[in-house]
């Protein structure tokens, strides 16, 4: 499950091989060996997905190293000595990654795909995916070598425990607009609409391992516990069994008795006999899909209502506002670092919050010990440091709640991508004019607790 494990984590070079022909059930003469490795978008990086065509034959003898670079190169026709060697290239890589990783198919993904897209234009492409099913490939767990065949005997039945069918349909829009050009119009409609759910780095591949596969992965993607999915989850899911869960000597817990397996679907209200799936708790505990009356259909507009955070921070003072500028269509692009900057710049403003507290604990303790000595003390000495105390803490305070705030408020802004400025340009000009006043009052106060104490000097 090593390439399950780095498309989840996201790992750079992260690998996607997958075998892929289109129309029936069953593959054709000849099919694509397809591979997808991950870049860091961040980094500037885009994903590489490449492909060649082999024989439906020599899939077997391909995948077990027997079918040889040299002898696909006489069975090939390129165009090009460019095509010749990018083949070469794709080929020797491709096989020694199955053969170090020892990787054969697992999960096949079936679908009706709709694409959309105006004739010679690729400025929006669109894919609509229906009737979304995975389907375990190789049941058996042996290498395909000794099987002699990599896809599932299309004359089989699949049990429950083999398929499962996402209950969604997945769309994806595709935009590859020039800088500063704006989508258009009806892109932003359908978007906006309420009709799509936006999950992020969604992945039929994953869904379909985290489904099927529960017991080889050590972790799973964030949405398989959303209520609408739980349902198909647990179609494909095995049956609780008291004798069978209780825990072996080395702490591994026993599979499933073989005959529970092929049950068909059925509640029957005791809870030891129920569907259960290992990666699902009791109740889901997220919420994907929108609120109907959250549905204002294509072309409607939803005002959101903002509050006085979202203008403090989103708006701009008019010294700082750049006019004629373009709006920015794309998400931003967030570093790793710029998560560390966030927790450094909070952590100096407490750092700052906790240093001034500090002072006026320290002042209000030294006071205290003051008072309860018998030295001789002038009009207008006796309440001066508590004062200055009292004027310090409130500083203090407000420093605590203001960092904590624009923290919060930023992690949740870099962890959306959201379009905008994260930076907050009234705050910290506030909290300087709070720190003038008080020192300001601290200095008057000071004034005239020397101006007392130089009459009772006199008298």
Not at 349 to 357: D, E, P
Not at 408 to 433: C, E, F, H, T
């Amino acid at each position: 499950m090593e390439l399950y494990h780095g498309r989840l984590d996201k790992k750079p070079n992260a690998l996607a091989i997958r075998i892929r022909w289109y129309g029936s059930p069953e593959p054709g003469d000849s099919v694509f060996v397809e591979r997808k490795t991950h870049r860091e978008s961040w980094k500037g990086e885009e994903s590489v997905k490449d492909r060649i065509t082999l024989p439906k034959a020599k899939i077997v003898d391909f995948l077990d190293g027997s079918y040889t670079l040299d002898m696909a190169i006489k069975e090939g026709r390129f165009k090009t000595d460019n095509d010749k060697e990018t083949f070469k290239k794709f080929f020797q890589e491709v096989q020694q990654a199955v053969d170090s990783k020892q990787l054969r198919p697992m999960i096949r993904t079936q679908y009706n795909r709709a694409a959309f897209q105006v004739p010679f234009d690729a400025t929006v492409r669109i894919s609509l995916d229906t009737n979304l099913a995975m389907i375990k490939e190789n049941t058996d767990g042996q290498p395909v070598g000794l099987l002699h065949r990599w896809y599932r005997d299309p004359n089989q039945p699949i049990p429950r425990t083999d398929i499962t069918r996402f209950p969604h349909a997945v769309l994806e829009v595709k935009l590859s607009l020039p800088e500063g050009q704006v989508a258009p119009e009806w892109v932003t409609d359908l978007t906006e609409s309420g009709f799509l759910t936006e999950v992020h780095k969604f992945s039929k591949f994953i869904h379909g391992t985290a489904t099927l596969l529960p017991d080889m992965i050590a972790a799973v993607p964030y949405w398989i516990d959303d209520e609408s999915v739980r349902p198909s989850m647990l179609q494909s899911a095995g049956y609780r069994d008291i004798h069978q869960a209780e825990s072996s000597s080395n702490g591994d817990v026993a599979p499933l008795h073989p005959e529970l397996v092929s049950k068909p679907r059925r509640r029957t209200g005791d809870p030891d006999n129920e569907l259960t799936h290992p990666l699902l708790g009791d109740e889901p505990t997220l919420q994907l899909m929108p609120n109907r009356n959250d549905v204002v259909g294509i072309g409607g507009r939803r005002e959101k209502k903002k509050g006085f955070l979202d203008w403090w921070f989103t708006s701009r003072p008019k010294a700082m506002r750049v006019s004629n500028t373009t709006p920015r269509t794309t998400p931003m692009r967030i570093e790793p670092k710029t998560f560390f900057a966030n927790e450094r710049t909070f952590l100096t403003w407490m750092h700052m919050a906790v240093t001034i507290g500090t002072i006026a604990a320290a002042l209000l303790g030294f006071s205290g010990s003051a008072q309860r000595t018998d030295k001789p003390s002038y009009e207008g000495s006796d309440h001066t440091v508590e004062i200055i105390a009292a004027i310090l803490l409130p500083v203090a305070i407000l420093m605590c709640v203001y960092s904590l705030t624009v923290f919060i408020w930023r992690s949740k802004a870099i962890s959306k991508k959201q379009v905008g400025y994260i930076d907050d340009p009234r705050g910290p000009l506030g909290l300087a004019g709070v720190v003038v006043l008080a020192l300001t009052a601290i200095l008057i106060l000071e004034v005239l607790d020397f101006v007392a104490a130089l009459k009772a000097h006199h008298k």
